[in-house]
């Protein structure tokens, strides 16, 4: 049934089969979001659909549609890269009350507040204003998701404080709506404002010369460097970056060669140098601009932080089929746009511890807000029907977004930088190896049921080295121990107080016992020192501690190698409904059956190496959680309290020592806890288990 609060009808209704759609959070003249719940994840979701179509031409539908799924397929990419881009999770059509089929996207659900809100919030309070310092932190993760986004050839086209969303339980930031402006742009030259008042793909308070006349040149990755300049501006200055009361008033301020957006135009002390790094950034000429985000914001972040961001490159980063903005493509709008089109196009076209009964041993996990804004909302800017509204903040819409804690915003000052790396050329990698680029992230976790031994969170700087992409198999295993340099798997499991019967359960997983039949498994049942010795036999050695976590999740803070979604039968090899009634068939007394995830994975026991590649981590390792426990070469002691106010170089973990550490989980790990990148165990090195295994890691 539809109504004036749900035009569309699909309150009450499920989508696809999965998505219950539970109420209306934001419209506009493009799209209206819906929140929606995961049937069978039991999870809130943004259903964000498309209702442009209908005011398009029939002839002209299936071009829209192409491009919507072409954008929602770049989102979804983009997003898999970095957990700063809203996660894309689904797309697909549906019908409206009027008979007219239109596409949807689902989109991962965020609760917190735009940075728009949070400034404004700061702003009535009187809160003092960020350091430029501070507002370069704060930003690190967008300037990361823009680079990524720049080397493939993609360019946002509408990065403003709206569209950054800063989360309300993490210290973190997200960007929003990537890929909505060339939908917005197509739907404009298909005659959609027309007949359904005005519309823009950008918005004027942050765009850039080309954006409102492309006399100036096309627009592309350098109109986002402009738009990134003045949003720094805007958090350091607390004053908006440009003024003017309409659309026209923007377009001069935007383009006037006698007054550019700096944050000294605003009225904040900042270097001569850092003046000119920001002049350059918002020069009226795109040709005259840095030419991607990388570029700018490494000159930046090593003149304010006295570093680079090493996750977007510690080179200039090269625009991936984009064309230069100094080119003479510049200078023909039409020729230049279909050059940007088609490049974007082509741009998108173990046991669960040393043994089971060890693992019964590890200690369990142990201002009022509105509705939560929806990643992705598309109102505000969508939603204005004047051209005037422009020059104001324009939000996500009434009771859109939620109100974040007290601290919010000191929780986005705090936002981990994924830091800085040597600017030194880095050596390749030896086949089957990938090269880490080195960093600094925090080491350790802050999550609610982290145990004691994964804190404090401490900073970490790594230089880059390499590590295996898999786990080290049995055939490669036996053929080192075939060739002498390394000692023979066991068939047997040895472990401190392990019984008769354990054997008897357990012995028969010690993968070496069929050599072909799981030649691609990982190798297991050996020790520490068996591992040590077949990483020295190929010129190797075991990652530390610090670069087996860095390799795993990054710089960026997420909770698993895949992002923050939780863990699931497609994304690692851990305890499903497999591998419970696996446990019920060969009871041990002191392992309860217990289960990860409702799913059957599809392996009972371990798995072929990279069976699931949806898991790897942001690096492109997998398997880096589940299958098989990893030895690293740290032996084992609590983390210092002392570090968590410091940035520790290469930590090596104590010189001495009882217990070796390992890392990552195995094939019936049952709390997801476990598989979290910073999660710690501790063994003695003569230990083998089923569940135990490695891989390796080589100095640059």
Not at 63 to 80: K, N, R, W
Not at 409 to 423: C, E, F, L
């Amino acid at each position: 049934m539809t109504s004036a609060a749900d035009p569309l009808g699909l309150v009450g209704t499920t989508i696809a089969s999965k998505y219950a759609i539970e109420s209306i959070v934001g419209q506009g003249g493009f799209a209206t979001v819906f929140r929606a719940q995961h049937i069978l994840w039991k999870r809130p979701v943004a259903v964000k659909v498309f209702t442009a179509l209908g005011a398009v031409a029939e002839e002209q539908r299936q071009q829209l549609l192409d491009d919507f799924i072409q954008e929602g397929a770049l989102l979804a990419d983009l997003s898999e890269k970095s957990t700063a881009i809203v996660q894309a999770r689904d797309i697909g059509m549906l019908v409206t009350h009027a008979g007219e089929s239109v596409p949807y996207m689902v989109l991962e659900w965020l609760d917190g507040k735009p940075l728009e809100d949070v400034l404004a919030k700061e702003q009535a309070e009187s809160a003092p204003l960020r350091s430029l310092e501070q507002a370069v932190r704060l930003l690190d993760p967008i300037a990361e998701a823009l680079a990524l986004a720049h080397k493939k050839g993609i360019a946002h086209r509408d990065v403003k404080p709206a569209n950054i969303f800063v989360l309300a339980e993490a210290a973190g930031v997200k960007l929003l709506d990537f890929g909505i402006a060339k939908v917005v742009q197509d739907v404009q030259k298909m005659g959609f404002g027309k007949t359904a008042g005005h519309i823009t793909s950008f918005t004027p308070l942050y765009g850039a010369p080309e954006q409102f006349n492309r006399v100036h040149g096309s627009t592309g990755p350098w109109t986002d460097v402009f738009a990134l300049a003045l949003v720094v501006a805007e958090v350091v200055s607390g004053k908006e970056p440009m003024s003017g009361d309409h659309l026209m008033q923007l377009a001069v301020a935007s383009a006037d060669p006698t007054t550019r957006p700096t944050p000294r135009t605003l009225g904040v002390q900042i270097s001569d140098e850092v003046e000119a790094i920001f002049l350059k950034a918002v020069a009226v000429k795109p040709g005259d601009r840095y030419a991607n985000c990388a570029d700018f914001w490494n000159a930046l972040r090593t003149k304010v932080v006295g570093d680079r961001l090493s996750s977007i490159g510690s080179d200039r980063m090269s625009i991936v089929g984009a064309p230069s903005p100094s080119s003479q493509t510049l200078l023909d709008e039409g020729a230049a746009q279909k050059a940007s089109d088609r490049h974007e196009v082509e741009a998108r076209t173990a046991a669960t511890g040393p043994s089971a009964s060890a693992a019964t041993a590890l200690p369990p996990p142990s201002s009022k807000s509105r509705a939560p804004l929806v990643a992705g909302l598309v109102v505000g800017a969508l939603a204005v029907t004047g051209v005037a509204a422009f020059a104001l903040r324009g939000g996500a819409g009434p009771g859109a977004a939620a109100t974040p804690s007290a601290s919010a915003s000191q929780h986005a000052v705090a936002a981990v930088p994924a830091s800085a790396s040597s600017a030194a050329p880095v050596k390749a990698c030896p086949p089957g190896m990938i090269t880490i680029p080195g960093g600094e992230f925090f080491m350790g976790s802050q999550e609610k049921d982290a145990l004691d031994t994964e804190k404090p969170p401490h900073r970490v700087k790594l230089m880059p080295y390499c590590m295996d992409e898999l786990e080290e198999t049995v055939a490669q295993y036996k053929d080192c121990s075939d060739r002498g340099m390394c000692r023979r798997a066991g068939k047997e499991n040895v472990w401190p107080g392990i019984n008769e019967a354990q054997k008897k359960i357990y012995d028969p997983l010690c993968n070496i016992a069929d050599p072909e039949g799981k030649a691609k498994h990982p190798i297991n049942c050996i020790d520490w020192d068996q591992a040590r010795e077949a990483c020295d036999a190929r010129g190797a050695r075991l990652p530390t501690e610090a670069e087996w976590e860095f390799a795993a999740r990054g710089p960026d803070g997420r909770i698993y190698p895949w992002g923050d979604e939780p863990p699931n039968a497609t994304l690692l090899n851990a305890c499903g409904k497999e591998c419970v009634a696996w446990q019920k068939k060969h009871r041990d007394p002191d392992n309860t059956p217990a289960l990860m995830y409702e799913e059957d994975d599809g392996f009972v026991n371990t798995a072929p190496v990279g069976s699931f590649p949806k898991g790897k981590s942001r690096y492109g390792l997998q398997d880096v959680v589940g299958n098989v426990w990893e030895w690293v070469a740290d032996y084992y002691a609590d983390y210092d309290p002392a570090t968590a106010s410091s940035t520790v170089t290469e930590p090596k973990g104590p010189a001495t020592g009882s217990d070796r550490v390992i890392r990552g989980g195995a094939w019936n790990g049952a709390q997801p806890s476990w598989v979290r990148p910073s999660f710690r165990f501790h063994v003695a090195p003569t230990a083998r288990s089923y569940g135990f295994g490695f891989r390796c890691a080589k100095s640059l």
